[in-house]
């Protein structure tokens, strides 16, 4: 039987518009507002370009969290089009472990790594929704699919990229 892929089509003019993955928003805050002003003027139909969301794939990977990595990984491969998305949270080496890993503009997910047993696991399992400082105030943050339960402080140092982990 075959198995639904673990990556969706998005419609990127629905996301990421006021922060791009990976930027600081707010040293980017004019250039982004030109774009939302340039997106209104323009038509829907030149504007929308399709992405690809690996959502399903990050949470195929939490559910495989103490199961053979070489069974997990290869059923992932199956599953996708390209398996360095994979990678973005599964470390091999332990130098490339993250407590969590930012894959969307308010979107986190743990970080991942393949124990001694080539068992998949959890790189810090005591870090959840209550554990980060959300960016902004405008977007949902959520980590592993669970909103954050902090509430934005403007107070915080701003845009400083990463959240701060309490
Ligand atoms: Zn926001």
Redesign the pocket.
Known sequence: MKKDPLFRKVNTTAHGI??RFGGDFHDQRNSQLLRESEATRLPMRGKVRRGLDYTPLFRFLLSKVGANWNEVHAEAVSRLDRSDPIFWLVAIRPSDEKEYVRTGE?TYFSGLRVDEQGKLQIVNSSLGPSSLAPL?G??THTFNGVPFTQAFDPALQPGKSAPRVI
């Open positions: 006021h922060h308010a902004c405008c977007c």
